[in-house]
């Protein structure tokens, strides 16, 4: 035979079609022989049905196998040549014989084939037979485990499976409620924790930042240092605003304050504050602005008084000259000269020429903002504005109408030249009215009843 897979075969003489030798895909229990070719699936009347439950195309009907060399003998038998099928057949069986267990099929084997090696036939048992008391031991031991797997079935723990039978309803499922998680149990705190919790709380506490101490407890018993709480905190928004004003001193170039300058500053100036009863300015706000600007509690102490003792509790035609002068009304004063922005100098200026207006008006004359404000420059006081201002009430009214008869003849004398002689002694202005004075004198001198002595009579408005 021409076919390399048969060489016992000579007399057939048509060649087989060239294929690679088949393995085996299963043994077939009833002959002992490997079966080639696919594994049909198991014969089954039902359809098949997917991981969903659906049922999909019936599966086909099974088909056994063909074994390549079945065939073949069956050609000989219908060819008449049973003599050569019969050689054929046991050569096959006997080439086989060391290719399968011999004990395929049999109880506590799957028969799997063994290619290529000759399995040696299983010994038969001589195991000497159990006696009494072995028995007695085993059934006992059978006894427990079925009282054992009996007492894992009553916890719900099933380990052989249930017979099949009809489906039960599923139970309607409950929900269940969540479970609260357990607090982890607090460690106890050292003696030395507690003790600089204590500590760094009530340090916190005198800077109104209780709100921290959560914070300082766990900073404690992670181990941190005193030292480290401290900066740790500082770092927090509570701590920031707290000392909010520091932020903008490092702005403006200034000294960062200790929370202890901090809090002795923030102490003076409310005490200046409530000392004059100015409570609307006890706020943080207005407190955080006067740190922020650098101000000293000397300085609002000084800002303080101009706007209580020399305004508000002054004449109240200082007020209304202030209001004329500046557009600062009563209301508005004592903010205008505690606003940090104002410049100190500039409010003292301001409030000592309203001084200066003011001591001009009780006299009936007009002084002006420029006159005031000169004056106030040159350190004219209140005191000396108003002494005078009733110099120059006095001896004005008769130098400007001598200004009048005179004013062709001579320079004229007016408030402008009155203040500059009475405030600045200056020269040329005491000369003006001297003059203007000298030519009355001559005048009257010349006129029928008028003696030396009545125009050396000191009376109100002679100059």
Not at 243 to 252: E, H, L, P, S, T
């Amino acid at each position: 035979m021409a076919n390399s897979i048969y060489p016992f075969f000579p007399e057939n003489k048509t060649p087989a079609p060239t294929q690679t030798t088949p393995m085996p895909a299963y043994i077939d229990p009833t002959t002992g022989f490997p079966v080639y070719g696919q594994m049909a699936p198991t014969p089954s009347s039902a359809p098949s049905v997917d991981s969903a439950g659906e049922n999909r195309t019936p599966a086909d009907p099974y088909v056994p196998p063909v074994d390549p060399r079945d065939v073949e003998i069956e050609k000989m038998r219908q060819a008449g040549r049973d003599a050569q099928a019969a050689t054929a057949e046991a050569e096959r069986k006997k080439t086989l014989a060391t290719l399968v267990d011999p004990t395929f099929g049999k109880p506590g084997n799957m028969g799997l084939p063994n290619f290529g090696t000759p399995v040696t036939p299983a010994a038969t048992s001589t195991a000497t037979p159990l006696t009494e008391g072995q028995k007695n031991t085993a059934a006992n031991t059978a006894q427990q485990a079925a009282q054992a797997a009996a007492a894992r079935d009553s916890a719900g723990e099933n380990y052989a499976p249930t017979p099949a039978g009809p489906a039960t309803p599923a139970a309607p499922m409950v929900p269940v409620a969540p479970v609260a998680p357990v607090a982890p149990v607090a460690t106890p705190l050292t003696a030395a924790q507690s003790e600089l919790i204590a500590v760094t709380a009530d340090r916190f506490a005198k800077y109104n930042l209780t709100s921290l101490l959560p914070v300082i407890k766990k900073l404690a018993v992670e181990g941190a240092t005193e030292a480290t709480i401290s900066i740790t905190l500082q770092e927090t928004p509570e701590y920031k605003t707290r000392f909010k004003a520091n932020d903008d001193r490092i702005k403006k170039g200034l000294k960062v304050l200790s929370p202890a300058e901090y809090l002795n500053v923030e102490d003076s100036y409310r005490q200046v504050l409530r000392a004059y009863g100015l409570k609307q300015f006890d706020t943080d706000a207005y407190v955080s602005q006067f740190i922020a600007n650098d101000m000293s509690p000397t300085e609002l102490s000084n800002r303080v008084q101009t706007a209580v003792q020399r305004v508000q509790n002054a004449d109240p035609g200082v007020s209304q000259t202030l209001r004329d002068y500046y557009g600062i009304g009563q209301a508005d004063l004592v903010g205008y000269v505690l606003d940090p922005a104002a410049n100190m100098e500039k409010i003292n200026r301001q409030v000592s020429a309203a001084e200066i207006g003011n001591a001009a008006r009780v006299q009936g004359l007009n002084a002006g903002v420029a006159v005031s404000e000169q004056l106030a420059s040159q350190g004219i006081t209140q005191a000396e504005a108003q002494k005078g201002y009733s110099t120059i009430a006095d001896i004005l009214p008769t130098a400007e109408k001598l200004s009048s008869i005179y004013g062709t003849q001579l320079p004229g004398y007016d408030m402008s030249t009155a203040e500059q002689e009475t405030f600045n002694g200056l020269a040329s202005a005491q000369s003006k009215r001297k003059r203007l004075s000298s030519a009355e004198i001559a005048s009257f001198s010349g006129a029928s009843g008028t003696n030396k002595t009545s125009l050396t009579t000191s009376s109100r408005g002679q100059i």
